[in-house]
């Protein structure tokens, strides 16, 4: 299994403890589907430590396609599955991972498909600290 | 196409693809890039553009409506198996033609997105499916309210009343 399919089986297990072992504990980065940006996977994984239970239990990550990159790279071709109101949702996504020597990810940049402007899986809290804080300077400035 | 698909890596190809599309704008020969069988899926958009013409005709209207359209890739990802991601980040202003049914608002947008593309034997693209938040577009070009702005917490407060609603009928 390679560490990308590690990642997403454990996800979708809600194994956050065998999770957080997929991720390099010192060198970690997220871009969210916003931009938003958490620099640490012990963050990351507390985020989805909070918010995963919370969506429901047919909430998961159903994968098209995982394929390996040259120089450590991977992709995976997804879609996120969830309920709202008995309605099956689905938003297809992307994720590029970089990963370390270890097999580790380092790297995670998300890119969503969203027809719709409902928030995403997790909501509007899916956004990142960064994210929050550029956005309250902003309101200031205005 | 004028590469040599068999001497240049996927990633090359690509790039080249790019730098003609993007940079050049370079649409007089789209067998170049696509065949007649190519798809390109922006599901973002609803929409599905399949053979080399149809797909030029998109990009030619995406540049009528963002004349200064520009396209930046950040990465690129290449299985050396045919498959080839392209992670971009595109920036423009809507203030040429009409696009995708909305008349140009003049405002400037930055999307980031990913392309995921099968080439084919000839280094062509055969399929690429086009992931970017549409929903992030349709705010900056105003089509819909600014995130977090008065109007986008009114819509939200009436989605919710909305699906509060239809529960209760439910029951």
Redesign the interface.
């Known amino acids: 299994m390679s560490a990308v399919e590690r990642f997403l089986d454990r996800y979708n297990a809600r194994d956050f403890d065998a999770l957080s072992e997929c991720f390099s504990a010192t060198d970690f980065h997220r871009v969210g589907p916003y931009g938003d940006e958490i620099d640490s996977s012990a963050e990351y994984v507390a985020f989805l430590r909070d918010v995963v239970p919370t969506l429901g239990a047919s909430y998961r990550l159903v994968t098209t396609r995982v394929f390996a990159g040259e120089g450590g790279a991977a992709v995976a071709e997804l879609v996120e599955e969830y309920e709202v109101d008995g309605e099956l949702r689905r938003t297809p996504e992307v994720i590029v991972f970089d990963l370390d020597a270890d097999g580790r990810i380092t790297r995670m940049r998300l890119y969503v498909q969203r027809v719709h402007d409902l928030p995403p899986a997790g909501g509007r809290a899916a956004m990142g600290r960064r994210d929050r804080v550029a956005r309250v300077c902003s309101q200031r400035r205005v | 196409m004028s590469t040599t698909p068999e001497t240049q890596s996927a990633e090359a190809q690509i790039r080249e693809v790019f730098r003609r599309l993007f940079d050049e704008r370079d649409l007089s020969d789209p067998s170049a890039f696509w065949s007649d069988t190519s798809s390109d899926a922006f599901?973002?958009a609803?929409l599905t553009v399949r053979g080399a013409d149809e797909i030029a005709g998109f990009f030619r209207g995406l540049f009528a409506a963002v004349p200064d359209w520009k396209l930046e890739i950040e990465?690129v990802?290449?299985?050396?198996?045919g498959?080839v991601?392209v992670?971009w980040t595109g920036t423009g202003r809507f203030t040429g033609a009409p696009f995708l049914g909305i008349e140009p608002t003049g405002r400037s947008v930055t999307i980031?997105?990913?392309d995921?593309i099968r080439l084919d034997a000839d280094g062509r693209i055969d399929t690429n499916?086009v992931?970017?938040?549409?929903?992030?577009f349709?705010?900056q070009v105003g089509l819909?309210p600014a995130?977090?702005s008065l109007a986008d917490r009114w819509?939200m407060h009436l989605?919710n009343n909305a699906?509060k609603l239809?529960?209760a009928v439910?029951r």
């Open positions: 599901l973002a609803g990465n990802v290449d299985d050396a198996k498959q991601v992670q980031r997105g990913v995921v499916t992931y970017y938040d549409g929903a992030e349709a705010r819909l995130r977090d819509m989605f699906t239809r529960r439910k």
